[in-house]
């Protein structure tokens, strides 16, 4: 059974790091892209960052310089490394992954920046 199992959430007061995992279980060939998207109480989910098979990384305007995406040598698991969080960060975090051409979500973990 194919899954993405999210973790590494939780309370973090401003100007802290988290780090989030994100790993996926079930036989696969190729993995062409690894992501994160996150939404907040009463808005829409936002993409965060993306991290494609060969390397290259793009990241939103909001998470450039604060956050870095990386996978595992595997392939199969994603980090998201959080630093310098702010208030506005607070949201549930999911990781979205492309999988043999199909899309697949993690359950979501929530991120709370509070003091």
């Known amino acids: 059974q194919v899954q993405l199992v999210e973790s590494g959430g939780g309370l973090v007061q401003p100007g802290g790091s988290l780090r989030l995992s994100c790993v996926f279980s079930g036989r696969f060939f190729s993995i062409s892209s690894m992501g994160w998207y996150r939404q907040a109480p009463g808005k829409e989910r936002e993409w965060v960052a993306t991290?494609?098979?060969?390397?290259?990384?793009n990241y939103a305007d909001s998470a450039k310089g604060r956050f870095t995406i990386s996978k595992n040598n595997a392939g199969n698991t994603v980090y998201l490394q959080m630093n310098g969080l702010k208030p506005e960060d607070t949201a549930v975090y999911y990781c979205?992954?492309?999988?043999?051409?199909?899309?697949?979500w993690g359950q979501g973990t929530q991120v709370t920046v509070s003091s």
């Open positions: 991290t494609y098979g060969g390397g290259t990384t």
């Open positions: 979205r992954e492309v999988v043999d051409g199909n899309v697949y």
